[in-house]
């Protein structure tokens, strides 16, 4: 695809209930980041890849949050025995290279747990 | 940590008014680069600014990184109804590491 695929776009939740959020980047890019955005808020970092490894998973708020990127390529961010806090918009972007440079966004997933 | 404060979290303008938005950094930044999102979207890049001082311009933006590379400005000038959004800065550090700042969230009154 020409962007940043997200999947699902939205995703509900019951409390306690595990989920697992998906994103394919644009093909070739080196860095992938995960962010979480609350309602008005700005997006908070959770974790960033680099190729499969994952340099920095310092914002995963808690070990309930795991992500992976086994290939380079496609991530996933997984949600174990998701609380009501965890609602928010689920942000991946990519970019092309290492070191800092433009981020692609995709359309994020929306997390409502119930 | 690594941290990025934004101010104003608000900014109400009367079309035509201009608008800024600040960002700084508890440490020094490798880059700058500021992204707009508009209500439902998410973030679209705009710009990176690299290099101490330095001052790039887009049309009606305006984008600034400080001289210590710890602090960036965002300023539009005569702004329209179309400029509505959120706009967010994001430093990036030498570790390739990004932090968002959290945001000024701009309304235009036509």
């Known amino acids: 695809g020409a962007g940043v695929s997200q999947s699902p776009r939205y995703k509900v939740a019951k409390r306690g209930q595990d989920v697992a959020l998906r994103c394919d980047p644009i093909?070739?890019?080196?860095?992938l980041f995960w962010y979480q955005q609350a309602l008005g808020q700005g997006p908070e970092f959770l974790t960033y890849?680099?190729?499969?490894?994952?340099?920095?998973k310092s914002g995963l708020p808690s070990d309930r949050f795991f992500a992976e990127r086994p290939e380079g390529s496609v991530s996933t961010l997984k949600i174990q025995r998701t609380q009501q806090e965890d609602s928010a918009v689920y942000l991946c972007?990519?970019?092309?290279?290492?070191?800092?440079?433009?981020?692609?966004f995709g359309q994020g997933t929306r997390l409502t747990v119930v | 940590g690594q941290q990025v404060m934004q101010i104003p979290q608000y900014q109400h303008v009367q079309e035509g008014e201009d608008f800024t938005t600040y960002c700084n950094s508890s440490?020094?930044?490798?880059?700058i680069q500021w992204y707009k999102q508009r209500p439902g979207g998410h973030p679209v890049f705009l710009i990176q600014?690299?290099?101490?001082?330095e001052v790039k311009k887009q049309k009606r933006l305006t984008f600034q990184f400080g001289e210590a590379k710890k602090n960036s400005s965002l300023h539009i000038t005569a702004t329209q109804t179309t400029d509505v959004g959120t706009y967010f800065c994001?430093?990036?550090?030498?570790?390739?590491?990004?932090?968002f700042g959290a945001g000024t969230r701009l309304t235009v009154k036509p």
């Open positions: 972007a990519s970019s092309p290279i290492m070191g800092n440079t433009e981020a692609f």
């Open positions: 093909s070739g890019h080196v860095s």
């Open positions: 890849f680099q190729n499969e490894a994952q340099l920095d």
């Open positions: 440490t020094t930044l490798s880059n």
């Open positions: 600014l690299v290099k101490s001082g």
């Open positions: 994001a430093g990036g550090y030498n570790n390739n590491d990004m932090r």
